[in-house]
């Protein structure tokens, strides 16, 4: 036998196989298929986050929001730990004893620290457009109130680095508005990113700031009530569940890291008789003086906002430098300074230096535009103010009443609430910042005497609204508003429609009805659309062709029938987002004075835009229901 031949005409060596028929066939098939699968696969992914979608356009989305809380509230505490990371490790480095003992550097820098950063920050934030400098709490407030939660990421992003600046930098604000505002912007992001609808983007940002409340404080229950009563202004079970988890979980995240300790461990501290009740009022009272001094500057420093922010902040750090070079405890966040007064550490005249340096300082700060919050210098304020009162109530009535220390944990609980409108959430923090349910009692007494005052004599609901005001930006949170803006336009929007164009002959005309459909929507090629009962074309049809009217003769098949000309009424129909809440639906049918619109479908250009109709009936019978 002969081996085989390598010669061209005995066919390719061994290593070079003739293909097989059919194999490059079922190689394109193969790929076809794979194309296929997920084909299907991104088909099955958009109708489940469509349907999602859907689900959270009604007020008991329950289970979806709070899956969208449990999210938010990570991503959320997430940007908080770093926004903390960020400030504490340098100053930690940098602070000799800890990150915020401004105190213990050279006391040149007392004022040269606050004046760089004021320059440097408002420098950079001179090159920014003016709509991206809109920050903190009172930009949180107007964006939910007013476009629906959605937070423009280019401010969250100036907010974080204005505020690492301003803390590093030993500027007289806090960090916990700033946290307030990236919460917020997290949590909105996050639902603008997954096309969410507005009623969910509401409970969303609630979330968002929450968990950054309680990641900031450490203060779960407290996050939970002062998104409710400061941001949202409403208490509903459905917001109430998703809001709780996010805060928990903000919690959760910020004791992974930072550990489980309060930021205000103290002793057990109580008040001694109920013969103080008159002072702890009395001490109310200063408070309430205080707090409406302190947003009166506030406001006095705001009406400076049509110089550039650059001069602005400049003048801000330096004149921070120069109250902190005589009085260093005003400087940073002051954690360290209410900790010593809880002590009982400092004397009434350095007392009263510190409450009049942080209040002059903070109010020019906030109101000149600094990139910080006041919360955090308030409860310092009130810290310092509630210590005066203790030492004064301990030397007019010696041995009789309560220590400085507990006097100091109610100024505190007493300033925040006064200065922020927000008496639950005051009380709420105060209780966990301590860990002492003996304060609860006395604390209720003088944060309603405090809010009730302030209110009285700052004539204000709350420094946020009150900025917010005075920048011509004043928030709607009215009944109605509130109900309409927790549902979405794809819950109530009536789908009993069909699609027809302008001319129709009679057999289109009874194919329509037979399908029974409650309206008809009227397209004219590149022109506007209309809405009309499809009984008004039934009683049209059935008049044209009763034999008894007199002249009119009967339709044939194929005369064409004319919508927009035949009896009845019609309405013109105005598109509005599939995203949109009922009351972005009621506002466009008032600013148009238009009857009706139809809710626009944004995806599957192969389908009609009209999703569904909504008329002012349709708002007006929700209301009322």
């Not at 505490?77 to 000799?96: D, F, M, S, Y």
């Not at 009166?296 to 110089?307: A, C, S, V």
């Not at 944004?602 to 349709?618: C, Q």
Request: hydrophobic share 50%; aromatic share 6%; glycine share 10%.
């Amino acid at each position: 036998m002969t081996g085989p031949s390598n010669s061209p005409a005995s066919g390719p060596p061994d290593d070079h196989p003739v293909p097989q028929t059919g194999q490059h066939t079922d190689r394109g098939a193969d790929d076809q298929a794979v194309i296929d699968n997920r084909s299907r696969l991104r088909q099955r992914w958009h109708r489940a986050t469509d349907d999602f979608r859907h689900q959270l356009a009604y007020i008991d989305a329950l289970p979806q929001l709070t899956l969208l809380g449990l999210v938010s509230g990570i991503l959320a505490a997430l940007v908080i730990v770093a926004l903390r990371l960020l400030i504490e490790l340098p100053l930690t480095l940098a602070l000799p004893g800890g990150p915020e003992n401004f105190e213990g550097l050279a006391r040149h820098w007392y004022f040269l620290l606050p004046a760089l950063g004021g320059i440097v920050i408002g420098l950079g934030m001179q090159a920014l457009h003016k709509r991206h400098l809109a920050i903190s709490v009172s930009h949180v407030l107007q964006r939910l109130h007013n476009y629906q939660g959605r937070l423009p990421l280019v401010n969250i992003c100036v907010q974080f680095v204005g505020a690492v600046l301003s803390l590093l930098s030993g500027q007289s604000v806090g960090r916990e508005g700033p946290a307030v505002h990236l919460g917020a912007g997290v949590a909105s992001q996050l639902g603008q990113w997954l096309k969410l609808p507005n009623n969910s983007l509401r409970t969303l940002v609630g979330c968002g700031v929450a968990a950054a409340i309680s990641a900031s404080f450490n203060t779960p229950m407290a996050g939970v009530i002062f998104a409710m009563e400061v941001v949202l202004m409403e208490y509903t079970i459905t917001g109430f569940i998703p809001i709780i988890l996010a805060s928990v979980t903000g919690a959760v995240v910020t004791r992974i890291v930072f550990g489980p300790e309060s930021a205000l461990p103290v002793a057990d501290i109580h008040l001694l008789s109920l013969l103080e009740l008159p002072y702890v009022a009395v001490a109310g009272l200063v408070i309430a003086a205080c707090a409406s001094l302190y947003i009166h500057l506030i406001l006095g420093f705001n009406r400076l906002k049509q110089y550039p922010i650059a001069l602005r902040l400049g003048a801000a750090g330096i004149l921070t430098g120069c109250i902190g070079f005589f009085v260093p405890q005003i400087l940073g966040l002051g954690y360290d300074t209410v900790a010593a007064a809880i002590n009982g550490e400092f004397g009434l005249i350095l007392l009263l230096l510190i409450i009049a340096g942080k209040l002059f300082a903070t109010a020019a700060s906030v109101g000149l535009g600094m990139p910080g919050g006041l919360i955090g210098p308030s409860l310092m304020m009130g810290a310092g103010i509630g210590g005066a009162m203790g030492l004064l109530g301990n030397m007019l009535f010696p041995g009789d009443a309560a220590n400085m220390g507990f006097y100091v944990l109610l100024g505190m609980a007493a300033m925040m609430g006064a200065v922020l409108n927000a008496p639950l959430a005051a009380l709420m923090a105060i209780l966990e910042l301590t860990y002492n349910p003996n304060i609860i009692f006395p604390s209720m007494l003088i944060i309603v005497v405090s809010c009730v005052a302030t209110r009285q004599l700052a004539h204000r609901d709350g420094i946020f609204v009150a900025l917010l005001e005075a920048n011509g930006s004043a928030i709607n949170a009215g009944p109605a508003k509130q109900i309409l803006s927790r549902v979405g336009v794809r819950s109530v929007m009536n789908t009993a429609f069909l699609t027809c164009q302008k001319q129709i002959n009679y057999d289109e005309a009874h194919r329509l009805l037979s399908k029974q459909p409650l309206w008809l929507v009227v397209e004219e090629l590149g022109k506007k659309k209309y809405l009309l009962r499809a009984s008004d074309l039934a009683n049209y049809l059935e008049w044209v062709n009763n034999p008894e009217q007199p002249n009119e003769k009967i339709l044939g098949l194929e005369e064409a029938i004319d919508l927009t000309r035949i009896p009845g009424q019609r309405f013109q129909l105005l598109p509005i987002h599939q995203e949109a809440n009922l009351y972005e639906a009621q506002l466009l049918l008032q600013q148009k004075t238009a009857d009706a619109i139809y809710v626009e479908r944004t995806t599957g250009p192969l389908h009609s835009p009209v999703m569904g109709i909504i008329t002012r009936d349709t708002i007006n019978n929700y209301y009322q229901i």
